[in-house]
Nanobody
Framework: QVHLMESGGGLVQVGGSLRLSCVVS????????MGWFRQAPGQQRELVAF???????NYSDSVKGRFTISRDNAKNTVYLQMNSLKPEDTAVYYC????????????WGQGTQVTVSS
């Protein structure tokens, strides 16, 4: 059974930085594409970034150049470094394995709240 534990969110001012962590159990992050997703109030969940098993990364246009996804295989943990934060980055952030049908997933963790104040 897969267990996902996100942490690292908080309240930050515009232009600030946060690093989110996702401790994963049940699947090896080195052998799966892993992604970060977010959901703002009243909005659908959206893909922020993913990192494939071979290490290829992909970012949404809204975060490209500001966010970096990485992983520590030894700790089985996925990270999201977020810099130059904007109010529109405010959302609950989730990690999960990534695939083309990720929108059908129903095995999400509790997420971590990120609030960017102006």
């Amino acid at each position: 059974q897969v267990h996902l534990m996100e942490s690292g969110g908080g309240l930050v001012q515009v232009g600030g930085s946060l690093r989110l962590s996702c401790v994963v159990s049940g699947i090896p992050v080195s052998l799966r594409s892993m992604g970060w997703f977010r959901q703002a109030p009243g909005q659908q969940r959206e893909l922020v970034a993913f990192k494939s098993s071979p290490g290829i990364t992909n970012y949404s246009d809204s975060v490209k150049g500001r966010f970096t996804i990485s992983r520590d295989n030894a700790k089985n943990t996925v990270y999201l470094q977020m810099n130059s934060l904007k109010p529109e980055d405010t959302a609950v952030y989730y990690c999960n394995s990534y695939s083309d049908d990720w929108r059908r997933r129903n095995d999400w963790g509790q997420g971590t709240q990120v609030t960017v104040s102006s």
